[in-house]
């Protein structure tokens, strides 16, 4: 049976387990040693890395390199370059590291594209430190930096809200005669929303920089470089842009020469800063220029965040009044702002909403979109905690695993309403609580 439908079907074997298992089959015949075999070649594998990379299985990348050590098959330059890139998009900071110094014992230095890849697993980890260490290295190694390596950097530093150091790499690429482009104006942007303490000018300093961002033309403009766009890899997701997720799925609805405008909506959504994310909105009609899907969605992001229940829900019925497609991520959107602060009329709205949602066949994908929003309907204290059961109902038809917090936070909350124990309910997630948890614990989750 080949591995990769033992994984599809919820079922791994571990390397150690494989090597016995060769052990056994030694003497047994190379027919039966073959079905036992997920890949032979390099090339079988990358098609398996690819898969799980789809399939967002990045934990199993160690294994499956692991497995090819076993297995005695050389690793090529393309096969790093898709497991860095696995690594990246799963946020899995050892383990691209881990790839990184296998090259280098294989005598295999890495190129610029893998350094860009490398500084922007530091980014989505908030590991700046680490980011500046890789630019140090290619300069040891001698491998130049390009545009979009200053530019990665410049958002692995903003993401920890380090604008000492963001300013100082604009410095050094004005001074290199490297023009700013939109994506260093979003970087900026994001540096002043993640500084820690936040400051007063903050919101000022968003708006700031939207205005001066207009002087970037298409000319600055970066360009994808071929080897990103052959592993399919987005400089939105390059540089950890929060419209990363979008740009493939939603590419007809979404605008991205907006790029500075989205990341300024979703500061001021992630900052309840109302005031600010009007300003904005008033600079983009002023622009001649009209709100895509996602600054849609940041604006009613924004209100709801904020406390501004009728707000949001007006620009929620707008859209869906506007002949504009229904989108899933719209409706998680209004969701998910709706339940905060847990208000009755708020929590009404969300199921309600589900329901509508529902009814129009829309699912509610993998399971972080659910487990966010059952982690988050899980805190209602008071009421009835019918959307918190209506969201672990949907998932369970959906039949879609949640993660450990969300199980965790849904438990608790039901041993909180004093149910009776031999509650159908209660024992069903009791046991799916007992189960998570001991992988949890094991770090299997």
Known sequence: MKKLLQIVAGRRISPLLRALGRRYFAGSTEEVYAKRNYANNVSEYNTVIKSLIAQRRHYLLRDVYDDMMLDGVQPSREIFHSLIVGTMRGARFQDAFFFRDQMKILGLVPDVALYNFLISTCGKCKYSDQAICILEEMKINEVKPTGQTYICLLHACA??????????IVRDMTAAGLGLNKFCYAGLIAAHKNK???????????????????????VEASRDMA?????????EELYNIPTADYVHRRGRFFN????????????????????????????????????????TMQTMRC????????????????????????????????????????????????????VKMNAMGFFLGGPTRGSDLLLKAAGEKTGGYTTANYIWDLMQAQKINPLFPAVEAYYHGLKERQIPEDDARLKL?????????????????
Not at 265 to 291: F, N, Q, W, Y
């Open 159 to 168: 993401a920890s809200g380090r604008i000492d150091r963001v300013y100082a």
């Open 196 to 218: 820690i303490p936040l400051t007063d000018d903050t919101a000022s300093k968003i708006i700031e920089l939207v205005e001066q961002s207009k002087g970037w033309s298409s």
């Open 256 to 295: 991205r020469q907006l790029t500075v405008y989205h990341v300024a909506l979703h500061a001021c959504a992630d900052l309840r800063t109302v005031k600010a994310m009007e300003t904005i909105l008033e600079m983009l009609k002023k622009d001649g220029k009209s709100p895509d899907f996602f600054l």
């Open 227 to 235: 080897e990103n766009v052959i592993i399919g890899v987005s400089e």
């Open 303 to 354: 209100y709801l965040h904020s406390g501004n229940l009728d707000c949001g829900l007006q620009i929620f019925e707008e859209y869906m009044n506007s002949g504009e497609p229904a989108m899933v991520e719209v409706f998680l959107t209004f969701i998910e702002g709706a339940m905060v602060g847990h208000t009755p009329k708020g929590m009404e709205l969300a199921q309600d909403t589900l």
């Open 429 to 445: 997630v009791s046991q799916v609580f007992n189960y998570k948890r001991r992988r949890n614990m094991l770090g299997i989750e």
